[in-house]
């Protein structure tokens, strides 16, 4: 990573979906949360909670597919 959005950052991004567990997984949690999607908890855990929240954003021209990638992430994070 190279401590901003860049290209290696980016690039270290993958996609997320239920079931997935740890840090990207509360990354997604906490950038769905302070753009005002409640997933429920910061647990690390992509269960309902945060399905559902991510199924409700509307960032961008991003399709909702309940999975985040680097799409995804870039449009929570930089905005």
């Known amino acids: 990573m190279d401590e901003k959005w ?11 979906k239920k ?6 997984t509360w990354i ?3 950038a769905l949360y302070t753009k005002g999607y409640s997933p429920v908890s910061l647990d690390s855990i ?9 199924a409700n954003q509307k960032v961008g021209d991003i399709s909702v597919d309940r999975k ?3 799409a995804t992430f870039a449009e929570l994070i930089v905005g």
């Open 46 to 54: 992509f269960g309902k909670g945060t399905e559902t929240a991510l």
């Open 68 to 70: 985040a990638g680097k």
């Open 6 to 16: 860049g290209p290696k950052t980016r690039a270290a991004i993958v996609t997320v």
């Open 19 to 24: 079931g997935a567990k740890g840090n990207l």
């Open 28 to 30: 997604l949690q906490a």
